[in-house]
């Protein structure tokens, strides 16, 4: 899959504690409490009553699922379930979500295995991203084909346009988090290493070697990325990666 650094200086960044990833995660979660005066005494007088109508509601922060896994655990350390599934109904994607780290090579692990194993049927949540649904950025990849030519769980991911529905469900709660496709992007090896690419897939904290960080924008982002192009065998890998962005609608 897309390697989050280059020769150099740049392999720092792949060095992300997940403990930060569980702290950011709970911090975009938490709200602050404000103490509030009490009510006088008696009834409240029509000024006072106008007044409080006039005052903004407060909005609720959309539920994020909590930490996907234990604290602690390496980026460096194999894949690990997580209590997610990834549901796209336009494509027919339903599939279990793997928690992935980096390999020995510094790139995101990619699991694979022989014809028939489900692996090729999941997806992978890089655990150095942030929890789906956080306002924040989170990476979710996959197989776009396996062994003898099947196809993969993001076989048809190049049919996703503006406005289709992304579904994270949290398996614990049954919480769905809900995002819809803003756009996508293809990308030749060679550009995935570029800096503004990696903050547009992974977001500015891992790129920068920090944990997961609060989108400038305000908004949830969520990243679909898989192979696309043509099969390189000298590199053992496709020529192009397919980016599919969304944002959270609820």
Known sequence: MTSLASAGSR???????????????????????RAVAPPPPFAATTS????????????????VPAALTAGGLSLRAGPVAVPLEL??????????????????????????????DPVWQQA???????VPGAISTALIAGHIDGPRGSTAVFGQ?????????IVV???RTGLDVRFSVTGSESYSLAQTTE?????RMY???PVAGTGPQRSADGLSHLAIVTCSGTFDYGLGTHDHRLAVFATRIA
Do not use: C
């Open 157 to 165: 991911i190049d049919k996703l346009r503006k406005g289709d529905l």
């Open 195 to 199: 800096n503004s690419v990696l903050v």
């Open 48 to 63: 006072t009553t106008a007044a409080r109508a006039a005052r903004p509601k407060a909005h609720a922060t959309p539920a």
């Open 124 to 130: 992978f949540w890089y655990r150095g991203s942030a």
């Open 87 to 116: 549901r796209i109904p336009s494509i027919g994607v339903n599939a279990p979500v793997v928690g992935v780290g980096i390999t020995a090579k510094n790139v995101m692990d990619a699991p694979e295995g022989r014809f028939g």
């Open 203 to 205: 977001g500015a904290g």
């Open 169 to 171: 469900h949290d398996t």
């Open 11 to 33: 392999a720092a960044i792949l060095l992300v504690a997940t403990a930060l990833l569980a702290g950011s995660a709970a911090q975009l979660r938490g709200t602050s409490a």
